[in-house]
């Protein structure tokens, strides 16, 4: 058995613990990333391996996980996977998600950002 992220102490060490972790918090969490386009940071092999960053919504992909088509500097279109309840995040914690990154703007004017971080 692969633990997910055992970093975390007891409270965190199966996908399934993860999974239970964010539907705990949904009612706290979602305020802060509703409605926002998301980045999958996946950790295919827990918390302490290697990660890499998946922009891209899965596809396929359940019919719950709504998607935010963003354009890219690139020229291409890129439909990111949104959250609006707490459902997603079992998908995302079953790609080997951990941490959320969700994008400082929501997707309705994604050059307005509506948070800011001061250091």
């Not at 975390?8 to 993860?18: N, Q």
């Not at 359940?62 to 990111?80: A, E, K, M, Q």
């Not at 951990?98 to 001061?118: E, F, H, K, M």
Request: overall charge positive; proline content about 8%; some cysteine.
């Amino acid at each position: 058995m692969q633990e997910v992220a055992p970093i975390l102490g007891s409270l965190i060490r199966r996908k399934g613990d993860l999974i239970q972790y964010y539907a705990d918090v949904a009612p706290l969490l979602l305020p802060h990333i509703r409605d926002r386009a998301m980045v999958m940071k996946r950790y295919p092999h827990g918390a302490a391996g290697d990660f890499f960053f998946m922009k891209r919504a899965p596809s396929p992909r359940p019919d719950w996980i709504r998607t935010c088509r963003i354009d890219h500097d690139s020229g291409n279109v890129i439909d990111f996977p949104v959250s609006t309840t707490w459902r997603p995040f079992s998908g995302f914690v079953n790609l080997g998600c951990i941490d959320l990154n969700q994008w400082y703007a929501t997707c309705d004017d994604v050059n307005r950002p509506i948070t800011s971080i001061s250091i």
